[in-house]
């Protein structure tokens, strides 16, 4: 017997209803509500594991660090709970047929670019960990109250979760990424890393401060109002730039309140307002990615047609703690063509497929995307961008981990892979750095993202 989400990657294949570029929006019905903590996950993924038992139950048996683990609290080195794991197996250009309907696109296309090189260590997977019951509390809220106006731009009644865990439109599953779980206030320093492919490198690091208050559990959602997030983007390298602030806030209403954002110079000591900041404009060590590649993509959806491809078995990066572990350092990490394979982890889970393609008469460097969703925590974790002339031209991965002080998926160290160039970006580095991010410390407030905080700010 199919399960339920089963039966709606079937759908999502075969029928328009999931395909459609702008659908009809309906409410769940009371039984689909009901399945979530029953026969789904209370986030909306699908409990049981697969036919050959590579992805196994979802259990949710730990909440924050596992039993008898030592961590001490935000801003410190997460510890690895699955440290001492070997891999199952790795796949090389030369057994990758073997796994290749297990694999991205992305994926096979870097094994085509990097055939010697290039190579992905397969680990048990798990899916071990949960959400705070607020939160699980707020997703079924959501399922039950999310609602989508102004052509899916305008999202109204989502707090502190994804907002449609059964989705039904492609729409909504891009809505689901951007409002997955994430830290209420995260404070870091990131370094970035552009390698070259014969093995130069041009450095960029950042102050990163984020405030997120539709994820601020201490607020019930009818508390919840104005703008859901707030960004303050610090250039500390290159030396050229340095010093340069960019502040800004958002809401879920991209129709009729669109992304703010000012930018503090600090050759001029001048606070400017940003006509639009987002979608595909340079960002970046080297303006290597646009602006929306950030956690895969980010800000208004209004430039793509958004549809669900279904769902599929792939092997991602997941529980990368790994990438984070101070003894590793950069010289060691950042090889040619990509990342020392070896510091990499791959599971197998179940993802759903979204594609985005531009609209008629506008816009992007990318014409088409298509990103990778882990149905456990909703967050984008691979995405493979097309160009223009249809031939794909990067490929980005985003390795998460399990944050035992957020007690939720956090996005780790971002990958944009250029198939064109040869070179790619490594961003939210944090190894070589003193202090870890620090999340949920209470330090952030909305008076620090205006324009006047920037220029008081600023050097």
Same mark, same amino acid.
């Given at each position: ?27 769940? &019905? ?22 050959? %038992? ?17 961590? &001490? ?32 696109? %992305?994926?096979? /296309? ?13 680990? *048990?997977?798990? $899916? ?20 989508? /106006? ?18 039904? &439109? ?28 014969? %093995?130069?490198?041009?450095?960029? $690091? ?50 009729? +309140? *669109?992304?703010? &954002?000012?930018? =503090? ?60 572990? *101070?003894?590793?350092?950069? /010289? ?31 816009? +992007?460097? =990318? ?21 223009? $002339? ?17 007690? %939720? ?7 944009? +892979?250029?198939?064109?160039?040869? /070179? ?36």
């Amino acid at each position: 017997m199919k399960t339920f989400m089963q039966k709606i990657a079937l759908t999502a294949i075969s029928a328009g209803a999931l395909v459609m570029a702008n659908p009809t929006w309906a409410k769940l &019905s009371a039984d689909e509500i009901k399945s979530l903590g029953t026969t789904l996950t209370p986030m909306g993924a699908e409990k049981e594991g697969n036919k050959d %038992g590579t992805i196994p139950p979802y259990s949710g048996k730990w909440l924050g660090a596992p039993p008898g683990m030592n961590f &001490s609290g935000t801003g410190k080195v997460y510890p690895d709970p699955y440290g001492t794991e070997k891999p199952l197996f790795t796949i090389t250009a030369q057994n990758m047929a073997q796994y290749a309907s297990r694999l991205s696109e %992305g994926e096979k /296309a870097m094994f085509k670019k990097y055939p010697a090189t290039f190579r992905m260590p397969v680990y *048990p997977s798990h $899916r071990d960990f949960r959400y705070p019951d607020k939160v699980l509390a707020n997703v079924k809220d959501n399922a039950a109250s999310a609602t989508l /106006a102004d052509d899916g731009l305008n999202l109204k009644g989502a707090f502190g979760g994804p907002a449609f865990p059964i989705p039904k &439109s492609g729409i909504e599953l891009l809505w689901n990424t951007q409002t997955v779980y994430r830290a209420t206030n995260e404070i870091a320093t990131y370094d970035q890393a552009v390698v070259y492919p014969e %093995g130069n490198i041009a450095w960029g $690091r950042v102050s990163y401060k984020i405030l997120a208050p539709i994820n601020n559990l201490s607020l019930d959602r009818k508390e919840f109002s104005g703008p859901s997030n707030y960004f303050n983007v610090t250039t500390l390298v290159p030396d050229r730039d340095k010093g340069t602030i960019i502040v800004g806030n958002e809401t879920t209403d991209f129709a009729n +309140h *669109p992304r703010l &954002s000012w930018q =503090y110079s600090p050759g001029t000591r001048r606070v400017r307002q940003l006509p639009s900041y987002g979608f595909d404009m340079p960002n970046g060590a080297g303006g290597f990615r646009t602006v929306d590649d950030d956690r895969l993509f980010n800000g208004s959806p209004e430039r793509y047609d958004w549809k669900i491809l279904g769902k599929k078995e792939i092997y991602i990066p997941y529980h990368a703690y790994k990438l984070d572990d *101070p003894k590793v350092k950069y /010289a060691e990490m950042l090889t040619k063509g990509h990342i020392d394979p070896d510091l990499m982890r791959y599971e197998l889970h179940r993802v759903w497929l979204l594609e985005g393609t531009v609209k008629q008469g506008v816009r +992007h460097q =990318y014409a088409k995307r298509v990103m990778y969703v882990d149905e456990d925590s909703w967050n984008s974790v691979m995405a493979d961008n097309y160009d223009s $002339r249809g031939e794909l031209w990067r490929v980005a991965m985003v390795n998460l981990v399990y944050a035992y002080d957020l007690q %939720g998926y956090h996005v780790r160290v971002a990958l944009y +892979h250029d198939l064109q160039s040869g /070179a790619y970006l490594a961003d939210r580095l944090a190894n070589e750095q003193a202090k870890p991010a620090k999340i949920n410390s209470g330090e952030l407030k909305a008076s620090d993202y205006t324009p006047d905080a920037a220029r008081q700010s600023g050097l």
